[in-house]
Nanobody, 122 residues
Framework: VQLAESGGGLVQAGGSLRLSCVAS????????MAWFRQTPGKERDFVAA????????DYADSVKGRFTISRDNAKNTVYLQMSSLKPEDTAVYYC????????????????WGQGTQVTVSS
C-alpha cells in the first residue's frame, strides 16, 4: 500500500496550493480519504475528508470556505485545493485512507502517506 503526496511548497499568505495524493495497493473506490496536518510537537489534526462516492465531505472549521477536497476514482487520486492560505496553515500535510466511512480521527485511518510540507509566509 502506498499513498504518495505531492504539491507542497512555500507560498505567501493569501496564495493557493493544490496537494495531490495518488494511492496504490488499496481498493480506492471503497476507501474514504482524508487530509490531516501536523506541526512539531502537536497532534495530527483533521483537515478534510471525503467518502468513496464523494457524496459526503467534511472540513475542519479552520479551513471551511478556503480548502476543497475532491477525488478522481479513475486516477486513484485525492486532491486538496487550498486557497487564501494563512501562516497558521503551515504544517506537514498527510494523506490518509480507510476502508468504509470517513472519520475525523487520525487513529481510525489505516493508510498514510509520507507527508508534504506546506509553508505559508506572512
Amino acid at each position: 500500500v502506498q499513498l504518495a503526496e505531492s504539491g507542497g511548497g512555500l507560498v505567501q499568505a493569501g496564495g493557493s496550493l493544490r496537494l495531490s495524493c495518488v494511492a496504490s495497493g488499496i481498493t480506492f473506490n471503497s476507501s474514504a480519504m482524508a487530509w490531516f496536518r501536523q506541526t512539531p510537537g502537536k497532534e495530527r489534526d483533521f483537515v478534510a475528508a471525503i467518502t468513496w462516492s464523494s457524496r459526503t465531505i467534511d472540513y475542519a472549521d479552520s479551513v471551511k470556505g478556503r480548502f476543497t477536497i475532491s477525488r478522481d476514482n479513475a486516477k486513484n487520486t485525492v486532491y486538496l485545493q487550498m486557497s487564501s492560505l494563512k501562516p497558521e496553515d503551515t504544517a506537514v500535510y498527510y494523506c490518509a485512507g480507510k476502508i468504509g466511512y470517513y472519520s475525523d480521527y487520525h487513529d481510525d485511518y489505516e493508510y498514510w502517506g509520507q507527508g508534504t510540507q506546506v509553508t505559508v509566509s506572512s
